[in-house]
């Protein structure tokens, strides 16, 4: 019970910092919607990811880790597609145009690199 709770307040802080500073990357202001949010990114970290590092194993040693951050960007975008509670735009900054594809890939690198660090820290 700790494990899931952990993963849930994991998820959460990191869709929350990376709305703070991504301007594309956005979430209803609804506890409820925030919290279906937190549970799907933490279905999809704790659950999905591990299956696919697992099955692309191979594939993920030739590559030095890409096929694993291109599975991560793809569960990241059907979780857009098909869950209405996360939306990815494109959005600019400092004079940087950045699109919904690549913000779908800096969304995913940093939810994932958060969730990395508070597992580290605590």
Request: net charge positive.
């Amino acid at each position: 019970m700790k494990k899931i709770f952990r993963m849930l307040v994991f998820s959460a802080a990191a869709l929350y910092l990376t709305t703070l500073w991504n301007q594309g990357f956005s979430i209803q202001a609804d506890w409820f919607v925030y919290l279906k949010a937190a549970i799907i990114s933490a279905a999809i970290y704790y659950l999905i990811r591990p299956i696919t590092k697992l099955v692309l194993l191979p594939l993920n040693i030739i590559t030095m880790g890409l096929v694993s951050v291109a599975v991560y960007c793809l569960l990241f975008y059907f979780v857009t597609s098909f869950f209405s509670v996360i939306a990815i735009d494109g959005w600019v900054f400092q004079s940087i145009e950045v699109s919904q594809t690549a913000n779908i890939f800096v969304s995913a690198l940093s939810v994932s690199t958060i969730i990395n660090s508070l597992e580290h820290i605590l």
